[in-house]
């Protein structure tokens, strides 16, 4: 089956523990991107990779890392977190020149 | 920049009843369309989409035109359904990579 997952689905974490969530997909899809979404602010971009080693700041990066090592994985880092990143993170694919992207089920993260 | 204004919720209507949420855009060229769903506690779908002017998406009974004219791509559907509850997103994709999405709009059917 076509999906992208995500990993771990819910994480309760402390301010400045790092972590990692991890996306996956199996569509050999060149495009990857992280959104978080919140209340009010609909979904906006943190980075996105257009091909394997080639990662670039979308509109809220602070305080976010990626990689993209091979193909179908792109994991979000948060080194140190702060509670200002407690949020909704859906992971995305796409080919390149198809411009629709699809979507993983989400990861809901709290940092106290 | 960019941008995608959708028409505010929540949207609560009867079964059957005719529904319209209105997608405008601000854009310089000529940008892709979407319509994405999100059902209750569920990532987000592609609904439908549209890649060049008065190209018409549809899908599921949704339907939704690509106005550049009005630079709108408002969605439709003649007839909800209570399983059609959820929350809607206009999106915009005008450089290969980001979509840039609407604030979305909450639909509630009720039977």
């Known amino acids: 089956e076509a999906q992208v997952t995500q990993n771990p689905r819910y994480l309760i974490t402390v301010t400045g523990k790092k972590l990692t969530v991890t996306c996956s997909q199996n569509m050999n899809h060149e495009y990857m991107s992280w959104y978080r979404q919140d209340p009010g602010l609909g979904l906006r971009q943190i980075y996105y990779s257009m091909n394997v080693e080639a990662t670039d700041k979308g509109d809220v990066p602070e305080g976010y890392k990626v990689s993209r090592k091979e193909k179908r994985n792109f994991p979000l880092i948060l080194e140190s977190p702060s509670p200002n990143q407690t949020s909704l993170y859906f992971c995305?694919?796409?080919?390149?020149?198809?411009?629709?992207?699809?979507f993983g089920p989400g990861t809901r993260l709290t940092v106290t | 920049g960019d941008s995608v204004t959708q028409m505010e919720g929540p949207v609560t209507l009867s079964e059957e009843a005719f529904l319209t949420i209105n997608c405008t855009y601000t854009?310089?060229?000529?940008?892709?369309l979407f319509w994405y769903v999100q059902y209750p506690g569920e990532g987000l779908q592609l609904l439908l989409k549209?890649?060049?002017?008065?190209d018409k998406g549809s899908n599921k009974g949704f339907e939704a035109t690509y106005r550049k004219e009005t630079t709108s791509f408002h969605l439709e559907k003649g007839s909800v359904q209570v399983s059609d509850s959820a929350v809607y997103f206009c999106?915009?994709?005008?450089?290969?990579?980001?979509?840039?999405f609407g604030q979305g709009t909450e639909l509630s059917v009720k039977p």
């Open positions: 549209a890649t060049k002017a008065d």
């Open positions: 854009a310089t060229g000529y940008p892709s």
């Open positions: 995305a694919s796409g080919l390149a020149e198809a411009y629709e992207q699809y």
């Open positions: 999106a915009l994709n005008n450089q290969g990579g980001k979509l840039i």
